[in-house]
């Protein structure tokens, strides 16, 4: 069974940092594309950024492009998304997912599994 923890979400003011972690056990993690997505209250779930299953390509939502980087360590089976420059439109649940078989995605479809969610507030 494939299980993903989110870790390193909190409070933090606007132009702030924070820098979120997902530990992922189970198969093999570098058979897994990876991402992150977003969900505001009262919104649907949002793409944020995606890497590849080596690490060599990712690709960001618009809204994060030049402040978010995604970067994944296929030795510690962790993925970690730093975000720079935060401001309070950043505010939400931010989720971790692994896609099985495929080598990138970037729409939620293709996500087989998610983490639990972590919590970022950016305050003004």
């Known amino acids: 069974q494939v299980q993903l923890v989110e870790s390193g979400g909190g409070l933090v003011q606007a132009g702030g940092s924070l820098r979120l972690s997902c530990a992922v056990s189970?198969?093999?993690?570098?058979?897994?594309?990876m991402g992150w997505f977003l969900q505001a209250p009262g919104k649907e779930r949002e793409f944020v950024a995606a890497?590849?299953?080596?690490?060599?390509?990712?690709y960001y939502a618009d809204a994060v492009k030049g402040r978010f980087t995604i970067s994944r360590d296929n030795a510690k089976n962790m993925v970690n998304l730093q975000m720079n420059s935060l401001n309070p439109e950043d505010t939400a649940v931010y989720y971790c997912?692994?896609?099985?078989?495929?080598?990138?995605?970037?729409?939620?479809?293709?996500?087989?599994?998610w983490g639990q969610g972590t919590q970022v507030t950016v305050s003004s």
């Open positions: 997912a692994a896609a099985d078989g495929v080598r990138f995605a970037t729409q939620s479809l293709w996500y087989d599994y």
């Open positions: 189970g198969r093999i993690f570098s058979s897994y594309a």
């Open positions: 890497i590849s299953r080596s690490g060599s390509s990712t």
